[in-house]
């Protein structure tokens, strides 16, 4: 199972979720399996990669090859590992990664699971947006613009206006730096739109929802599920739950990723001879 982060964060925010992973896989008796959370290009230790090697860039300055060369990586980084498939788990910006594994490596994807994402591209105002905070991060070498994440908002979950959470999501951003923080920005403003990945997807899969999360409503989440009419999709909607569920509710995130594992191991067994 690989874990792939949100924006503005990195690897981290998986930790309790990972945690509870593997208890809820040790209790349930599922077959053993690795559980891997990388980190993206320019998160955490992750090396930014040079303009040159971002592939092309558009008019605007969004990376319009930057997503599929990173998705090239991670499926490479399987491989090399003497994997055959592994379940996929992307929670907002790490959807995108899933997205565009479905729809360059599907035959590496045992599984999926989409938290709190988006299979659209960015509408104009959104990718403008992104360049903008990515331009100031660059030129100015701060990563102020990407603080709000850790601030609470009108509407937010009682977990996102708690003070722990404050502290934590604050720490974890300050710990990024702000070429890192710009170049997934212009990769995310360039990804295409995966709409018709969607009906694409035969792994079992599973969706997962905040209640109060702004940028991907359940309402849309469901649609998202609803698209997918090439499997099984379990549904799951967190109450008092925001963008960052992992982080907020991770043990029923957990539930869910295990359940989800739990069929893909099932399905692997009935087909072997």
Do not use: W
């Given at each position: 199972m690989i874990l792939v982060h949100a924006f503005p964060i990195d690897h981290h925010m998986w930790d309790a979720c990972a945690g509870q992973i593997i208890k809820r896989a040790n209790m349930q008796g599922l077959d053993t399996f690795a559980l891997w959370a990388p980190d993206m290009p320019g998160a955490g230790d992750g090396p930014i990669p040079a303009v040159a090697d971002s592939g092309r860039i558009a008019a605007d300055g969004a990376?319009?090859?930057?997503?599929?060369?990173?998705?090239?990586?991670y499926a490479s980084l399987l491989r090399r590992a003497g994997y055959r498939k592994a379940v996929w788990v992307g929670l907002s910006m790490g959807g995108?990664?899933?997205?565009?594994?479905?729809?360059?490596?599907?035959?590496?994807?045992?599984?999926?699971?989409?938290?709190?994402?988006?299979?659209?591209a960015d509408d104009d105002t959104a990718r403008a947006n992104r360049l903008r905070i990515a331009d100031e991060c660059e030129h100015e070498r701060t990563i102020e613009p990407v603080?709000?994440?850790?601030?609470?908002?009108?509407?937010?979950?009682?977990i996102k206006?708690?003070?722990?959470?404050?502290?934590?999501?604050t720490a974890w951003i300050q710990a990024q730096s702000p070429e890192g923080i710009a170049w997934r920005q212009r990769m995310a403003a360039g990804r295409p739109d995966f709409g018709d990945q969607l009906a694409a997807v035969h792994a079992p899969a599973a969706v997962v929802s905040g209640e109060c999360d702004p940028s991907s409503p359940p309402e849309q989440m469901r649609a998202l599920a609803a698209?997918?009419?090439?499997?099984?999709?379990?549904?799951?909607?967190?109450?008092?739950?925001?963008?960052?569920?992992?982080?907020?509710?991770?043990?029923?995130?957990?539930?869910?990723?295990?359940?989800?594992?739990?069929r893909v191991q099932r399905l692997e067994c009935s087909e072997r001879p």
């Open positions: 990376y319009t090859d930057a997503l599929d060369l990173m998705t090239d990586a995108y990664v899933v997205m565009d594994m479905q729809r360059r490596h599907p035959d590496l994807i045992a599984g999926l699971a989409m938290c709190d994402t988006k299979a659209s603080m709000h994440f850790a601030r609470p908002q009108d509407g937010d979950s009682s206006r708690s003070d722990a959470f404050i502290k934590q999501m698209a997918m009419t090439g499997t099984e999709v379990s549904f799951t909607q967190i109450p008092d739950c925001g963008h960052f569920s992992a982080v907020e509710h991770p043990d029923v995130v957990a539930e869910a990723l295990v359940n989800l594992m739990s």
